[in-house]
């Protein structure tokens, strides 16, 4: 039975050429496209230094924060707000962190009372947004007030973090085995997640032959596992070579990372808070008719960017060992162009985490080998905001093409 409806099925799929099919998925793989042409331009004026095994895992240490906030900062968006408080919050936490250690408290508890603090700032937000009406604009830029000058009380000049377990956070690695040159927990995880890519790809292509749905071609399923593979490869090549005598792998903050984007997109992409989220961002008014509690919604969409908040500071704080009251300066604007140069539609209702993703990495890439190569901080700025229209524009005019 299932046979005689999968075969039309799969005969419709295979009539669209492999060039069809890439040329139609272009918008969707420009941005990863431009992230390897942004790698390979760095690659050759750094003369390759920028894939140099260790400078690759500072680019995931440095720029974690951008990663993480970026997650929480694409639902804002989505949902058609803004949040310009985060580099604000971060100092706030982070001095109340450092503050909590340097009283005696251990480095587990002051990191429970981090996360309660986001927690409540997300809270506070929420609260003027959903409840009152105040529009995240306005909110969130009392909120990076309030919070810078909050961070000034608390912080002052600066407040040193020395714990070695709160500080191997953003420093250290897992523990593995060295064989030879690499570390053996690397090449196991990098071929576990080879094998579950290529799995993901075919059983995917398997069931929407069986329910009778249009398939991709085989051509293009291969294709994007050849890709995947090589991708994934090169990353475990160059992890598993990182580190020094005593340890290298995988980094403790990619993990985090990694778990944190995990359940973001099986959030936004399998639970109802996530479609409630797309909805309310996509057309309001037609959210509220259809039954969704849109105020709740965006209670709940600044309560998880306060615990992301949190999360960025305590790899900030871990990272600089000390807590100052200008932490976290521009840090939404590097969350914020992430996720537009991931995508992310400035009229909102569009976004993935993916792209944020992929957005984080361009911005981390631009950091680093622009820091590698020595250039000016004020450069720095001027080139990532160009990037950032670029890829406003980008968006803009090829929707406008479009449609």
Known sequence: MSTATATPAAKKGDEQSLKDLLLGNMRSYGIYLALVLVIVVFQILTSGRLLNPNNVVALFQQNAYVLVAAIGMLMVIIATHIDLSVGSVVAFIGGVGALAM???????????????????IGAWHGFWVAYVGVPGFVTTLGGMLIFRGLATVVAGESIPVSDSAFRAISVNYLPTVFVGPFALTALVVGIVAIVLVIWSQLNKRAKAVKNGLQAQPMSFVILKCVVATLAIGYITYLLASSGNATQGGIPIVLVIIGVLVGVYYFVLNRMVFGRN????GGNRKAAILSGIDTKKV????FLNMGFLTSVAAIITLSRLASASAQTGMEFEMDAIAACFIGGTAVTGGVGTIPGAMVGALIMGVLNQGLSIMGVDAAWVKTIKGLVVIAA???DLLSKRKKG
Do not use: E
């Open 298 to 301: 965006d209670f709940q969409i």
């Open 102 to 120: 340097k009283s005696g408290l251990p480095w587990f508890a002051a990191i429970a009372i981090m996360i309660v603090l986001g927690l409540l």
């Open 277 to 280: 989220v797309y909805a309310v």
């Open 392 to 394: 406003v524009a980008y």
